[in-house]
């Protein structure tokens, strides 16, 4: 790995504060100054000391986003991505959403660097629960509840598991209900296409949470780092 890039990587500072330290001879490898910002070093066994501190590497990293409407879930894009919501101190080129939400759904996503953990909580095999708030065009029954229990087919091959759909508030009146609903697969636009199905058109969708992921009190457009404890039962799913 580039020296610059692993001191960007282990938070000393942007990626043109970095090349500052590193010509002023403030970073060391292995004891010796080096002054090359393109040095190659072996991350996972080289000393590296800023300013006389050691610093740890850090392989991969896993943050709880927020996500809010109108930012795409892409890593690239002429749109704001969820990537730009991210301090500059915690960009590192090799960051991804774990999953996407549309443009105009908000709530957890998932962004990290480990493409393992990705591949494994999106795979239908792991059947990792995501529960969604919504609100919807139509009035959601025991019926509509027993119908969604029961598994459905959107297109052809498109089988949806059972889900577990829950209804908190209705609307007589103006013929809306407001719901909570756990998927376990994560295909195109799911909950959109779920209501559709019966008629009813998802008017503001939320996801409130991932397996044992929850939004907690987090505002629209911040992100926090998840502890090891936290990631742990994800892992071992
Ligand atoms: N289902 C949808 O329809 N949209 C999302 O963003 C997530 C789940």
């Known amino acids: 790995m580039r020296l610059d890039r692993f001191l960007t990587e282990t938070k000393v500072g942007s990626r043109s ?6 010509k002023k001879g403030q970073v060391t490898v292995n004891g010796q100054v080096e002054k090359n910002i393109g040095a190659q070093i072996d991350e996972n066994n ?27 879930s892409a890593t690239k894009d002429a749109q704001k991505t969820v990537l730009d919501l991210l301090l500059e101190k915690d960009q590192r080129g090799d960051i991804f959403p ?16 480990d493409g393992k953990l990705a591949h494994d909580l999106l795979s239908p ?5 995501k529960e969604y708030f919504a609100k919807i065009n139509g009035l959601v029954t025991e019926e509509t509840i027993a119908f969604f229990a029961g598994g459905m087919t959107l297109k052809e091959d498109e089988n949806i598991s059972p889900s577990q759909l829950k209804i908190v508030a209705v609307d007589q009146k103006v013929q809306t209900s407001e719901i909570l609903l756990i998927i376990h697969e994560g295909k195109f636009h799911q909950v ?9 058109e998802v008017t503001y969708l939320k996801r409130v949470r991932m397996g044992t992921l929850t939004l907690g009190q987090l505002a629209q457009g911040q992100y926090r780092v998840l502890s090891e404890k936290e990631m742990e039962p994800l892992k071992n799913n």
């Open 17 to 22: 504060e970095v090349k500052k330290f590193i």
């Open 46 to 72: 080289a000393q590296v000391e800023f300013q006389g501190e050691k610093l740890h590497y850090e392989k991969f990293v896993y943050y709880l986003l927020h996500k809010p409407q109108g930012v795409v």
């Open 98 to 113: 774990v999953g996407r939400l549309d443009k105009d759904t908000e709530g957890l996503l998932l962004l990290t660097n």
């Open 125 to 129: 095999k792991k059947h990792v629960e």
């Open 192 to 200: 959109k296409r779920m209501f559709h199905k019966v008629g009813m």
